[in-house]
C-alpha cells in the first residue's frame, strides 16, 4: 500500500468493496482533493490499446490514463451513485483531478460517479455496492417482508372467518338435529298414551274387564229367569 503524506486530507481504509479512500481532515465543496494519474495509453497503438485493467481513465477517444500503478492513491476511491466528489477531466493537459461536490467530514468515503460505460461493464453485472443502492436494496428487502407479513395475516385472517363460519354452520348443524331428536321424542311419547288409553280416560284394561263382568252378568240373570 502506497505511503500517503500525514498532511494529506484523506488516508486508504477499509471499504464496503475492500480498500477506499476516507477523509481524515474537513474538506469543503469545490475543493480538489487528489490528482488521479498514471502512464498515458495511445489507442492508435496496438500494445496500449490491448491494455486492459479495471483504472482506466479515458481523457479522449485516443489517450487513457491507465491508474493501475500503485503510486496513484486516487485508484481506492470507489464508485457512489450519489457521490460526495466528481472527476474534473482536463483533456489538452492530459490530467485528471478529483473534486468535492459536497463538504466531507473526517472519516466520510470519498467517491465519485465512474460513468454509465462503467458501470455497465464492471458494476450492474455483481450489484453496485455503494451506500444508496445498498439503501435502496435495504428498503426493497423491508418492502418485501412488510409485504409477506402482510400476506400472511390476510390468510390468518381469511382462515380464522372460514374457521368461526364452519364452527356456526356445525352449531346450527347440531341444534336443528337436537331440536329434530326432542320433536321424534315428543311425537313418541304422546303415541304411547294414546295407544294405552281410550279417548275417555279409561284403559284398555279396565275396559275389557267390564266387558267381561257385564257378560258374566248377563248370563246370570238369564239362568235365574
Not at 486516487?74 to 460526495?84: F, K, L, S
Not at 465519485?112 to 450489484?127: H, N, Q, S, V
Amino acid at each position: 500500500m502506497p505511503t500517503i503524506s500525514s498532511n494529506k486530507p484523506y488516508r486508504v481504509g477499509r471499504s464496503r468493496t475492500g480498500l477506499g479512500l476516507f477523509a481524515t481532515k474537513p474538506i469543503k465543496k469545490g475543493t480538489k482533493i487528489i490528482r488521479y494519474f498514471g502512464p498515458l495509453l495511445d489507442s492508435k497503438k496496438k500494445d496500449e490499446d490491448a491494455i486492459e485493467n479495471k483504472y482506466l481513465f479515458e481523457l479522449t477517444n485516443r489517450w487513457t490514463i491507465d491508474g493501475s500503478v500503485r503510486e496513484n492513491v486516487a485508484r481506492y476511491i470507489n464508485h457512489a451513485c450519489r457521490p460526495n466528489a466528481e472527476s474534473d477531466v482536463r483533456p489538452r493537459k492530459r490530467k485528471v483531478f478529483i473534486r468535492a461536490i459536497k463538504d466531507i467530514e473526517p472519516g466520510d468515503e470519498i467517491n465519485y460517479d465512474y460513468g454509465t460505460d462503467y458501470f455497465k461493464a464492471y458494476l450492474k453485472p455483481i450489484g453496485c455496492k455503494c451506500d444508496a443502492c445498498e439503501k435502496k436494496r435495504k428498503k426493497k428487502r423491508a418492502e418485501a417482508r412488510a409485504e409477506r407479513v402482510r400476506l400472511k395475516e390476510r390468510a390468518e385472517r381469511k382462515a380464522q372467518r372460514k374457521a368461526e363460519k364452519l364452527a356456526e354452520e356445525r352449531a346450527r348443524q347440531r341444534k336443528a338435529k337436537a331440536k329434530k331428536a326432542a320433536q321424534a321424542n315428543g311425537k313418541l311419547a304422546n303415541g304411547t298414551a294414546l295407544n294405552g288409553k281410550h279417548l275417555n280416560g279409561h284403559s284398555l284394561i279396565n275396559t275389557a274387564g267390564k266387558k267381561v263382568a257385564s257378560s258374566k252378568r248377563g248370563t246370570a240373570r238369564a239362568l235365574n229367569a
